[in-house]
């Protein structure tokens, strides 16, 4: 039998904070075998990439290793001075973050960067060295490297940037990688293939993989045996075909169940017949200029730079029905959003609600009928007001509210009806946890009465069962109110889910839309087709 | 990047025509020049002879015209009180601040960033804290109190080094330094401390905050997970990133050394621009006002000019990305 690269024994990784101790690990134990990738799955706070920065000493303070046992090949290294485990870090053990737009440093080339890296670890000149990087980023699949090498990290997009920071975490050769969500900030069609760079460079060099994500699709495209981490425990071991197809505890059987699946079948209402629709959008376009200065212009004679960011859009929005609206990161789909509510005006083209033209201003009872949700809960709330007052806001701007008493009964009344507490009026926004924040951003859009409620990734920001909560109360909500949604996301099976008509957004056009089952089952333009495909997908487990 | 500069030059010019601008409106309604030049009994047939010759009666326009003409040459006319050129006054007197200005910053950049860089290295330690309480007493006492706090305990206590004036002075060309003898160095030590205890802790504080916010940065534990030192962490990759920010305060911090340095030119008497400014406003000496603004106005420009070429040098993001933005 050979022998694991990594072992932990009981880790246990605690952070004496003022209020006590939290333990954020605790008496976690697993191996990984040479060549073998090892997921670790668990909502946000699980402890997941605590584990793995325990693993390679890299625990912010106070935080510390408080009991346990981390070997490497045999030798123990959670005890080791801080010199020795720096000349570890890198050399034996590497290291992927999710973010590959802050992970390198903005000032210097990637060449610099991968050059002083080998050349810490490796006996190489720096013409070697140079030599070494510019296969690596071969390897690591970066088109013509030799140039490329001279390039800042701002010239490349996401997942290009992504391939650098594998290569420089593979630069001197690990034993193990640990890759911290080392794709959750990329397109899924990017995903896929960072995915298969990382696999084909694991497997080559033998070395093993921790790969610690929330996406359970990625785990089971990826890794072969996988735990699922809870509160800083381990809750369930085991291959990752058994784990999804027959978990056995509760949590990961609540957990499988909360992630939504691109070939799911979805129950759903039957939307009402209206002879008009809600929403038409006709000819849509905005350009966006990006064009160099006067005197640029002038001098270096760049030319107008105009970008075209949604080109030609049409489509209807039934009343009573869900439109989701997918694409990559780029394709004008928040673009068509931002137009759709009025908040920047298209070039040319118009967005008709019930038959008036958005950009020429609505009267105010046509207001008050669009809202919008916002991606990142965290931001979209304003820190410094009160949960009632944020919530009252657009009833108070649109004048829907005589007196203050009138106002605070129908915010506790819409606090109610999003599942919260009528007292969190009171409370500010960071007692909130990210889906509770949802909520209340759901309450404030409510708080008009509107008809139409355009959603850009409402839930792209939480975790998988904090999402299908988010999700069962907007289609409650639909149901009650007979709302219109306009759901922009990228993730596919959350649009599978929830909409009944789908248009998919590439480059600014409209590639394809129709019925959702028609585009999921029977995809005619090849994009959707390369889009679904890529997909990491729980069904996709043999 | 030749697009970038004549892009700030441009604006640069429109910044010097609005102080233009308003130092001519100080010649124009800060008092009636004519009133000043002759005495109160002069006959009402001088005054209008003399407004005649100096122009006074032409249009505002020909007369901004004129003032700007001048000014491009130097010309700005003739002091009121000291009766001489004011552009000759200026120079004559501008060696004198730019060296305890250079000698100021000098100080103010070494130690701010060496103790920046340190406070924000160990930020835990007894001496960062010490310092950090230190620097306070910097930002916070006003420069006239440090000044003759400092005349007080080195010059009269101790007596090692001269309270007032430059010492000795040795001519090159037209530039009188006093850094080539021992007087002129010893008078320099007291007045260039005063100066930079200000900026010092500004700078000091800026880089620690600075650096303690990319210390944070995700590329700075990245950099750590492959492995680097942590010298090449802190001094290749965090500093660097420290810059960007501090560059542009400092500039301007640098700009206002220079600028309004008045303050302690009057408390150790240096005979620089700042204390001819000082004594000029007591006798609404325009002319020499007047100029004292298009000179502060120049500096400032073209340190801003300086700051926006080292940007461009440390980040690399502006010279791409210069067209988008």
Redesign the interface.
């Known amino acids: 039998m050979t022998e694991p690269i990594i072992s932990v024994r009981n880790l246990v990784v605690e952070f004496p904070l003022r209020r006590g101790l939290f333990t954020a690990v605790d008496g976690v134990s697993f191996d990984i075998m040479p060549g073998e990738i090892l997921g670790v799955v668990g909502e946000s706070g699980a402890g997941k990439s605590m584990t793995g920065a325990a693993i390679?000493g890299?625990i912010e303070p106070p935080g510390r290793i408080a009991r346990g046992e981390i070997y490497l090949k045999g030798c123990r290294i959670d005890n080791l001075p801080p010199e020795e485990m720096?000349?570890?870090?890198?050399?034996r053990i590497?290291?992927v973050?999710q973010?590959p737009l802050?992970?390198?440093?903005?000032?210097?080339?990637i060449g610099q960067q991968l050059i002083?890296?080998i050349r810490?670890?490796l006996p190489l000149n720096e013409a070697q060295a140079r030599q070494r990087a510019i296969e690596l980023l071969a390897e690591a699949g970066i088109p013509n490297p030799e140039t490329r090498i001279d390039s800042?990290p701002?010239?490349f997009s996401g997942g290009m940037r992504q391939r650098v920071?594998i290569a420089?975490?593979l630069?001197?050769e690990p034993e193990l990688i640990i890759a911290d969500e080392p794709t959750s900030a990329l397109d899924v069609s990017v995903q896929a293939q960072i995915i298969k760079v990382l696999k084909k460079l694991c497997e080559s060099r033998g070395a093993a993989v921790m790969l610690v994500t929330h996406d359970m699709g990625v785990i089971a495209e990826t890794a072969s045996r996988m735990i699922v981490m809870n509160k800083g425990k381990i809750v369930e071991t085991g291959s990752v075909g058994d784990i999804i197809k027959r978990p056995k505890e509760d949590y990961t059987i609540r957990l499988i169940k909360a992630i939504p699946s691109i070939k799911d079948e979805t129950r759903r209402h039957e939307v009402p017949v209206s002879p008009k629709p809600l929403v038409e959008v006709k000819n849509l376009t905005r350009d966006f200029d990006?064009?160099?200065?006067?005197?640029?212009r002038?001098?270096?004679g760049?030319k107008r730079?105009v970008v075209h960011a949604v080109r030609d859009v049409s489509f209807d929005i039934r009343k009573g029905s869900t439109y989701g609206l997918v694409g990559e990161s780029g394709s004008g789909k928040s673009t068509c959003a931002r137009m759709l509510v009025g908040l920047i005006k298209p070039t040319s083209g118009n967005v008709l609600l019930q038959g008036e033209d958005i950009a020429r201003g609505l009267s105010q009872e046509r207001r008050q009928m669009v809202q919008m949700i916002f991606q990142d809960p965290y931001a979209s709330l304003n820190p410094r007001w009160r949960v009632g007052d944020i919530i009252a806001e657009p009833m108070r701007a649109l004048k829907l509210v005589s007196s203050r008493s009138e106002a605070e009964d129908r915010v506790a009344d819409l606090l109610q009806r999003v599942r919260l507490d009528p007292i969190s009026m009171r409370k500010y926004p960071h007692e909130f946890s990210g889906g509770q924040r949802q909520r209340i951003a759901i309450a404030r859009a409510l708080s008009s009465q509107p008809e139409f409620i355009v959603c850009d990734e409402p839930t792209s920001a939480l975790d998988v069962s904090v999402q299908a909560q988010v999700l069962d109360l907007m289609r409650d909500l639909q149901d009650e109110y007979g709302l219109t949604y306009l759901l922009i996301s990228h993730n596919l099976a959350v649009v599978r889910q929830m909409a009944d008509d789908v248009g998919v957004m590439h480059s600014g056009v409209l590639v394809e839309q129709g019925p959702v089952d028609t585009i999921f089952d029977n995809p005619q333009a090849d994009y959707t087709r390369m889009l679904l495909n890529a997909v990491p997908d729980i069904s996709k487990v043999e | 990047m030749?697009?970038?500069i004549?892009?700030r030059l441009?604006q640069s010019i429109v910044v010097m025509a609005v102080v233009a601008l308003i130092a001519f409106m100080l010649f124009r309604y800060v008092g009636d020049p004519v009133a000043s030049l002759l005495g109160q009994d002069s006959r009402l047939q001088d005054f209008e002879e003399l407004r005649e010759r100096l122009g006074l009666n032409d249009p505002f326009y020909v007369q901004f015209g004129r003032f700007i003409a001048n000014a491009v040459q130097g010309e700005f006319g003739i002091s009121y009180r000291l009766q001489q050129p004011v552009s000759e006054l200026i120079l004559s007197r501008l060696p004198a601040t730019i060296e305890l200005a250079f000698a100021s910053a000098i100080i103010a950049l070494v130690f701010g960033l060496s103790l920046g860089v340190f406070t924000a290295l160990k930020p835990r330690s007894f001496a960062a804290g010490l310092i950090m309480t230190l620097s306070l007493v910097g930002v916070s006492l006003p420069t006239f109190l440090i000044g003759i706090g400092l005349i007080y305990v080195f010059a009269v206590e101790l007596q090692w080094l001269p309270s007032f004036g430059r010492g000795d002075v040795v001519r090159i060309g037209s530039w009188d330094t006093g850094l080539l003898t021992s007087t002129g160095i010893r008078s320099l030590i007291l007045p260039a401390i005063t100066l930079s205890l200000f900026q010092l802790t500004l700078i000091m504080r800026l880089v620690r905050a600075e650096m303690l916010e990319v210390l944070r940065?995700?590329?700075i534990?990245?950099?750590?997970?492959?492995?680097?030192?942590?010298r090449?962490i802190n001094f290749?990759?965090a500093l660097?990133?420290t810059m960007?920010p501090v560059i542009t305060i400092t500039g301007l911090q640098l700009g206002s050394v220079i600028a309004f340095s008045i303050v302690t030119e009057t408390v150790f008497q240096w005979p620089g621009v700042g204390s001819l400014f000082i004594n000029s406003v007591q006798v609404v000496d325009v002319p020499v006002m007047a100029a004292y603004l298009m000179f502060i106005a120049f500096v400032f420009v073209v340190i801003n000019l300086i700051v926006d070429i080292l940007y461009f040098a440390?980040?690399?993001?502006l010279r791409?990305?210069?067209?988008?933005?």
């Open positions: 390679i890299l720096s000349s570890l870090r890198g050399k590497g290291m973050f973010d802050t992970s390198l440093n903005p000032l210097y080339t002083e890296t810490r670890h800042y701002h010239q920071v420089l975490a630069a001197a990006l064009s160099p200065g006067f005197f640029d002038l001098i270096k760049s730079n | 030749l697009a970038f004549l892009r441009a940065q995700d590329y534990r990245f950099a750590r997970a492959r492995g680097l030192s942590n090449a290749g990759h660097k990133n960007v440390v980040d690399p993001r791409i990305g210069s067209g988008r933005r």
